[in-house]
């Protein structure tokens, strides 16, 4: 089940506020990469979602798939 945006924001918004003291204009004037970078974690580190799983199976199809 993938998370809605609406829900998805408020939780950053809490962390951008609670953790780094952002006002909401501060919050809405970053971008997502920002945001992580100033929590201390790189958008690489992020969950690989729906979409780049499948770029990946694509790119590098398992053995036995491709055998099938």
């Known amino acids: 089940m993938t998370a809605r945006f609406a829900d998805v924001a408020r939780r950053a918004a809490r962390a951008a506020a609670l953790v780094l003291g952002w006002r909401p204009a501060d919050f809405w004037a970053a971008t997502p990469a920002e945001l992580l970078t100033c929590l201390g974690q790189d958008a690489a580190d992020a969950p690989a979602d729906a979409g780049l ?5 694509e790119q590098f199809p398992d053995a036995e798939r491709s055998r099938g």
């Not at 799983?53 to 199976?57: I, N």
């Open 53 to 57: 799983l499948a770029r990946m199976m």
